[in-house]
């Protein structure tokens, strides 16, 4: 209904007329706690019901006092003004859309219309959690030249000015609960807990998909969401982690022409299948540490291939596949070009400048596909991960199997149906930047 982002200047114009009648309680010497708190939260309230996408006033306050058609606005007299822009004007109060001409014609059409539609549920779930303070400044309130960079360049000297913000997002963060308690072992049970609720909760309403987002799939957590399903056998919606896909976008990164290639990072589902699926196409893969090779060679059993499975200390490969766990040490002891290339969710820390880093798997999502932004702030926009895609994908195609534990889809079958919905590689640039 309102999808409609806001000019920068119209949020300036916004608070200037919303701070008059607080400025002349201070004036006046009539200001109170009361008065600026309710205040507040009667503007922010009407603000976000008018914006909420769905139509929540009932039709009895306007049948018991009809006048009040004139005093309050609806989440759908307000969307025909994101919709038709020339009409419903008022903020918050239509009366002066009935003075002035300016009410759609439509509008309480639309009402009546809006309260009898029948709730919309989804087909997909994607479950997701706050990321980073950071993120905040993703948010396009403002200029879209910032929101566009990954991580809103909140490096530059400008971004200083937003410090304060940035220390209300931490303690919001902090408070609604940030990736940080997914490393307190002592929270695992409570997390498993709301993502199960949330399963069932989707199942319940009809949702054929959940995809598993970012950090609630962890290995130690659930099993990367195989522990929803042992618990449910019965379960019709299907729960996805995505893995499949993200190996598949590894594998059409690398050049084709890579004979070795590094892994190095903290081994997680798709970096055993992409070490795996690289040696049986006959590319060595690189290990730097002792316990990670073990594990590694473990994990292959019997397989022929394990010849290609190589434990050096040279740091001579120009291709490196790494996860959580980096050093800012091992970085610097790559070759000068080296191109780092995350198979994790979230991506390294940037130490070399003479060198690139990719970003996390990820694709550009198709041109048809609207109002879409990243839940990972440091993916540009229209820029999508490839666990949250293959979610998308996995709903679309009607898929009848879970991708979850340590199944795996037909990585060439999933990646064929991503390109024919529309959703791009990104590809690596040309090395000889560096």
């Not at 937003?162 to 307190?184: N, Q």
């Not at 993200?246 to 084709?256: E, H, Q, R, S, T």
Request: charged share 20%; net charge positive.
């Amino acid at each position: 209904m309102a999808a409609v982002i806001h000019p920068f200047a119209e949020h300036i114009a916004y608070s200037l007329l919303f701070s008059i009648p607080l400025s002349t309680t201070v004036f006046t010497g009539t200001v109170s706690v009361g008065s600026v708190f309710g205040y507040v939260t009667y503007i922010d309230f009407m603000n976000n019901m008018g914006h909420c996408n769905f139509e929540l006033i009932p039709k009895w306050p306007f049948s018991i006092f009809p006048p009040l058609k004139f005093l309050m606005y609806t989440p759908s007299f307000h969307s025909l003004h994101h919709t038709h822009f020339r009409t419903n004007y008022s903020l918050f109060m239509p009366l002066y859309d009935f003075m002035y001409g300016s009410m759609d014609k439509s509008s309480e059409t639309l009402y009546e219309d809006s309260l009898k539609k029948k709730e919309e549920f989804p087909d997909l779930v994607y479950l997701t959690h706050l990321t980073t303070p950071e993120s905040i400044y993703h948010l396009r309130l403002g200029f879209a030249s910032m929101a566009a960079q990954p991580q809103s360049s909140s490096s530059k000297w400008y971004m200083w000015l937003m410090l304060p913000v940035t220390l209300c997002s931490m303690m919001l963060t902090w408070i609604c609960g940030t990736s940080f308690v997914y490393f307190l072992q002592w929270q695992s049970e409570s997390i498993n807990s709301s993502i199960e609720k949330a399963i069932l909760e989707a199942e319940k309403k009809g949702a054929k998909v959940l995809s598993l987002g970012l950090l609630n799939q962890g290995q130690e957590l659930n099993m990367y969401g195989e522990l929803f399903v042992q618990r449910h056998p019965q379960l019709q919606i299907k729960v996805v982690d995505g893995s499949s896909l993200a190996v598949a976008v590894l594998l059409n990164v690398i050049p084709k022409e890579s004979t070795q290639v590094v892994l190095r990072g903290t081994l997680t589902k798709v970096a055993y299948v992409i070490a795996l699926t690289l040696c049986q196409r006959g590319i060595q893969v690189v290990t730097l540490r002792d316990d990670e090779h073990e594990k590694l060679k473990k994990s292959f059993g019997k397989i022929q291939y394990k010849s290609n499975l190589i434990l050096s200390r040279s740091y001579s490969q120009k291709i490196w596949l790494v996860g959580d766990g980096l050093s800012k040490g091992e970085q610097m002891k790559a070759n000068k070009g080296t191109i780092f290339i995350p198979f994790s969710q979230f991506p390294p820390k940037k130490i070399r400048k003479d060198c690139f880093y990719h970003c996390t798997p990820a694709m550009a999502t198709p041109l048809a596909l609207e109002n879409v932004d990243s839940c990972e702030n440091w993916l540009p926009r229209r820029v999508m991960s490839a666990w949250r895609i293959g979610g998308i994908v996995h709903g679309l195609e009607g898929w009848k199997e879970h991708e979850c534990g340590n199944s795996i889809s037909n990585i060439h079958k999933v990646w064929e149906a991503t390109l024919q919905r529309g959703f791009q590689p990104i590809t690596l640039p040309n090395e000889s930047k560096f």
